[in-house]
């Protein structure tokens, strides 16, 4: 088998997974944050673990960078500047702007987490330096990319002011939770999942690529189920939360 079917057969099965995954989510909301309970094995740190499940994700990104023969394009080294600008902050800026030390992770969900963000950065990398197919300079020109990469910068923005937003509720050493206010949290109660959601659909058009259809899939996967989770715990959980509000799409989800 060469290596373009090898991968096509990955991402299906990838895909079948994250399909899977989204449907036993909306039963069994993933055990961190507010909805962190017992019985899901050992713990680690909040920091550590969060730093370890999301920077493996560049690091295995740059090495096929590396390995690849594409360090010559323009377009592989943006892509990869991309990643970085995601994950470089996710896992090394975002867990320390908490003012509080964060509830332990399960060490069972740090490794799923990694090995789904394995999973995304080995086939994006494979594809994107190796076997998918080279995007010269015409390609810079084309609407797929300006729209895409508009989204996922567009997305990015969002994802990080809602989460900042979340991060300033709390007084340094808080640990509760409360209602936020203000943006797009009139009308949904998780604007940072529907950035994060943008954001890689922005990076599937930008690079026309099917794993970047899979890692958009898998990420709405994982987040839709979470921002309905998370909507009901805050309806749930405080009596004046605002009626109109919805979970993650403004008058529809
Ligand atoms: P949450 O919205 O659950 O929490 C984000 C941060 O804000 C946490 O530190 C949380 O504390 C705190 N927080 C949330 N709500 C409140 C509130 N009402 N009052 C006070 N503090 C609050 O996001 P996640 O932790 O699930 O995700 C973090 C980031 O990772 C997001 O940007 C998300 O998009 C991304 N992500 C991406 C995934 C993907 O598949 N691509 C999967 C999962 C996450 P605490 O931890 O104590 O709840």
């Given at each position: 088998m060469d290596d373009s079917r090898l991968l096509q057969l990955l991402l299906g099965i990838h895909a079948v997974v994250g399909l899977l995954t989204a449907g036993l989510l909306l039963r069994?909301?993933?055990?961190?944050?507010?909805?962190a309970r017992e019985g899901w094995g050992p713990q680690v740190p909040f920091a550590i673990g969060w730093a370890a499940m999301e920077g493996l994700s560049p690091v295995l990104m740059t090495a096929l960078f590396v390995m690849g023969d594409r360090q010559d394009n323009g377009f592989a080294w943006l892509v990869l500047a991309l990643w970085w600008l995601h994950y470089g902050h996710r896992a090394f800026v975002q867990a320390w702007q908490r003012r509080d030390r964060g509830t332990p992770i399960p060490l069972s969900v740090v490794a799923m987490a990694l090995l789904f963000n394995a999973v995304n950065a080995c086939t994006n990398g494979w594809y994107l330096f190796d076997v998918g197919p080279v995007r010269g300079a015409a390609w810079l020109a084309d609407p797929r990319f300006g729209i895409g990469l508009a989204l996922f910068l567009v997305g990015m923005g969002v994802n990080r002011w809602a989460d900042r937003v979340l991060l300033s509720l709390?007084?340094?050493?808080e640990s509760g939770y409360k209602v936020p206010h203000g943006g797009l949290y009139r009308w949904i109660s998780c604007p940072n999942y529907l950035g994060e959601i943008v954001e890689w659909i922005g990076f599937a058009v930008m690079t026309w690529s099917p794993p970047g259809v899979v890692f958009a899939l898998w990420t709405a996967a994982n987040l839709v189920p979470r921002a309905l989770s998370h909507h009901a715990w805050y309806r749930g959980t405080f009596d004046d939360y605002p009626p109109s509000r919805r979970a993650l799409l403004p008058g529809l989800l």
């Open positions: 069994v909301s993933a055990p961190y944050g507010r909805h709390r007084s340094p050493g």
